[in-house]
């Protein structure tokens, strides 16, 4: 079973920076793509940024010029680099993971439990 924990949530003044990670372990022999997903509080989870194998990166239009994904495949570890963060990127931020735990099943995908990241005015 694969296990996803995301960290580095807390709180920071409008301006301020914050560095997410995201552990991966368990069991995988390959791991396709992983991203990072906002959940404002009372809206739905929205896709902020998304790394793949290939080296392809996509931010939501909110973020770009701001944050920055990036990934340690050695280490199974995602992070999220927030600069210049603003009150609106308050919410629960989650990890998202595919990945391959054979070479005969289908891709499957992981969550973890989030991490909030509040922002003050």
């Known amino acids: 079973q694969v296990q996803v924990m995301e960290s580095g949530g807390g709180l920071v003044q409008a301006g301020g920076s914050l560095t997410l990670s995201c552990a991966v372990s368990?069991?995988?022999?390959?791991?396709?793509?992983m991203g990072w997903y906002h959940q404002a509080p009372g809206q739905q989870r929205e896709m902020v940024a998304t790394?793949?194998?290939?080296?392809?990166?996509n931010y939501a239009d909110s973020v770009k010029g701001r944050f920055t994904i990036s990934r340690d495949r050695a280490m199974n570890t995602l992070y999220l680099q927030m600069n210049n963060l603003k009150p609106e990127d308050t919410g629960v931020y989650y990890c998202?993971?595919?990945?391959?735990?054979?070479?005969?099943?289908?891709?499957?995908?992981?969550w973890g439990q989030g991490t909030l990241v509040t922002v003050s005015s």
């Open positions: 998202n993971v595919y990945y391959y735990t054979d070479y005969t099943s289908g891709a499957q995908v992981a």
């Open positions: 368990g069991n995988t022999i390959s791991i396709p793509g």
């Open positions: 790394i793949n194998n290939g080296g392809g990166i």
